[in-house]
C-alpha cells in the first residue's frame, strides 16, 4: 500500500500519518513513514526525536559529468533496501521514518540527501513495503511530482472553507501526467457527523476516515507526545485505526498493477 496525506497547512497531516503507519505496522507489515517536510512534525507523531541530517554524506555519491539523472545517486553497491535499513530512523512498533532532513543550511547540502531519498523510494521493492506519506501543507509540493511514490492520494480536510479550497485545487492530482492516484479524502477535526458529510459535499471527494477532535491528542502534543502514547485510547486512535482497516481493504497491492496510466507512465 502507497499512501501519500496532503492538505492544507495545520490539517492534521502529520498526526494522521505517524498514527496510521504506526498501527499499520503493528499488523505485521513493514511500514515506511516517508517524510518529505523540511519542518519537523512526523518525527513527534511517530514517537521520534527530531533527526537533522537521516542520509550522511558518504552514502551519496556525485554522477559523473555528462551522464543523465540526478546529479547525486546512492553510493555503488548502496541499494535502496540497504539504505532504508541503514538510515531510516526505526520508531516504535518498528516503522522506518524516511526523510532527507531538516538542515537550514546551503540548498546543496540538502540536494544530496533528496536525490538519495528519491532513488529509495523509486527503488524500494512494491511487494515488500507500505509507504506512508506525509507532505508539506499546500499544494507546491503535491503539484510537483513529490507524491509519485503513492497510488492513493488521501487530502486531509477540516470543515472549513480554507480547507475546502485547499481540497478543491489538490483533487486535480487525479490528473497527474507523471503517476496515477486515486484521490480521496480524510476528514480531520470533526466536531459533529454533520461535518463529515459537509467535508464530502463541498471537497467534491470520497470520504474514506473521519477524525474527531480529540482534546487528548491536543494534550499529548503540547507535551511533545505521539496521539498513540498519549492518547491512545482517545476517539482519535479508534478512527485513525478504522482508516488503517478501510486502506488495507480496499487499497492493498494491486492498484498500480491494475491502472494503465501508471503502467504506461512507470
Ligand atoms: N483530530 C485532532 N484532535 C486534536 N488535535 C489535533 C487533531 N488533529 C491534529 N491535531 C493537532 O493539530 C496540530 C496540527 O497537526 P499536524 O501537525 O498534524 O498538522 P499538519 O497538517 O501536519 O501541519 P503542517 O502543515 O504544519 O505540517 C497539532 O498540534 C496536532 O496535535
Ligand atoms: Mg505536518
Same mark, same amino acid.
Request: aromatic share 6%; with cysteine.
Given at each position: 500500500?502507497?499512501?501519500?496525506?496532503?492538505? +492544507?497547512?495545520?490539517?492534521?497531516?502529520?498526526?494522521?500519518?505517524?498514527?496510521?503507519?504506526?498501527?499499520?505496522?503493528?499488523?505485521?507489515?513493514?511500514?515506511?513513514?516517508?517524510?518529505?517536510?523540511?519542518?519537523?512534525?512526523?518525527?513527534?507523531?511517530?514517537?521520534?526525536?527530531?533527526?537533522?541530517?537521516?542520509?550522511?554524506?558518504?552514502?551519496?555519491?556525485?554522477?559523473?559529468?555528462?551522464?543523465?539523472?540526478?546529479?547525486?545517486?546512492?553510493?555503488?553497491?548502496?541499494?535502496?533496501?540497504?539504505?532504508?535499513?541503514?538510515?531510516?530512523?526505526?520508531?516504535?512498533?518498528?516503522?522506518?521514518?524516511?526523510?532527507?532532513?531538516?538542515?537550514?543550511?546551503?540548498?546543496?547540502?540538502?540536494?544530496?540527501?533528496?536525490?538519495?531519498?528519491?532513488?529509495?523510494?523509486?527503488?524500494l521493492p512494491h511487494d515488500r513495503f507500505d509507504l506512508i506519506g506525509d507532505l508539506p501543507g499546500g499544494t507546491r509540493q503535491p503539484m510537483t511530482g513529490w507524491s509519485k511514490?503513492?497510488?492513493?492520494?488521501?487530502?486531509?480536510?477540516?470543515?472549513?472553507?480554507?480547507?475546502?479550497?485547499?481540497?478543491?485545487?489538490?483533487?486535480?492530482?487525479?490528473?497527474? +501526467?507523471?503517476?496515477?492516484?486515486?484521490?480521496?479524502?480524510?476528514?480531520?477535526?470533526?466536531?459533529?457527523?454533520?461535518?463529515?458529510?459537509?467535508?464530502?459535499?463541498?471537497?467534491?471527494?470520497?470520504?474514506?476516515?473521519?477524525?474527531?477532535?480529540?482534546?487528548?491528542?491536543?494534550?499529548?502534543?503540547?507535551?511533545?507526545?505521539?496521539?498513540?502514547?498519549?492518547?491512545?485510547?482517545?476517539?482519535?486512535?479508534?478512527?485513525?485505526?478504522?482508516?488503517?482497516?478501510?486502506?488495507?481493504?480496499?487499497?492493498?497491492?494491486?492498484? +498500480?498493477?491494475?491502472?494503465?496510466?501508471?503502467?504506461?507512465?512507470?
Amino acid at each position: 500500500m502507497r499512501i501519500a496525506f496532503v492538505g +492544507k497547512g495545520g490539517a492534521g497531516k502529520s498526526t494522521i500519518v505517524g498514527t496510521f503507519a504506526r498501527l499499520l505496522a503493528r499488523t505485521g507489515r513493514d511500514v515506511v513513514a516517508v517524510d518529505s517536510d523540511p519542518m519537523p512534525g512526523l518525527s513527534f507523531a511517530l514517537g521520534l526525536p527530531v533527526i537533522e541530517r537521516p542520509i550522511p554524506d558518504d552514502a551519496v555519491v556525485e554522477k559523473a559529468e555528462g551522464t543523465e539523472g540526478p546529479r547525486y545517486r546512492l553510493r555503488p553497491g548502496l541499494d535502496a533496501t540497504a539504505a532504508l535499513q541503514a538510515y531510516g530512523a526505526l520508531g516504535a512498533d518498528g516503522v522506518r521514518l524516511l526523510s532527507f532532513g531538516k538542515t537550514r543550511g546551503d540548498w546543496g547540502d540538502i540536494i544530496r540527501g533528496q536525490h538519495a531519498w528519491s532513488q529509495i523510494l523509486d527503488e524500494l521493492p512494491h511487494d515488500r513495503f507500505d509507504l506512508i506519506g506525509d507532505l508539506p501543507g499546500g499544494t507546491r509540493q503535491p503539484m510537483t511530482g513529490w507524491s509519485k511514490y503513492a497510488d492513493v492520494i488521501a487530502i486531509v480536510v477540516e470543515p472549513t472553507a480554507k480547507s475546502f479550497a485547499t481540497a478543491r485545487r489538490l483533487s486535480s492530482l487525479r490528473d497527474s +501526467k507523471w503517476a496515477y492516484h486515486h484521490v480521496v479524502a480524510v476528514a480531520n477535526r470533526i466536531s459533529e457527523p454533520a461535518d463529515t458529510v459537509t467535508v464530502a459535499q463541498r471537497s467534491g471527494l470520497r470520504v474514506v476516515g473521519a477524525m474527531p477532535f480529540d482534546e487528548g491528542v491536543a494534550s499529548a502534543d503540547r507535551l511533545g507526545m505521539a496521539p498513540l502514547d498519549g492518547a491512545p485510547d482517545g476517539p482519535f486512535v479508534a478512527a485513525v485505526a478504522a482508516l488503517v482497516e478501510y486502506c488495507v481493504a480496499r487499497f492493498d497491492g494491486s492498484l +498500480k498493477s491494475q491502472n494503465p496510466i501508471k503502467e504506461a507512465v512507470a
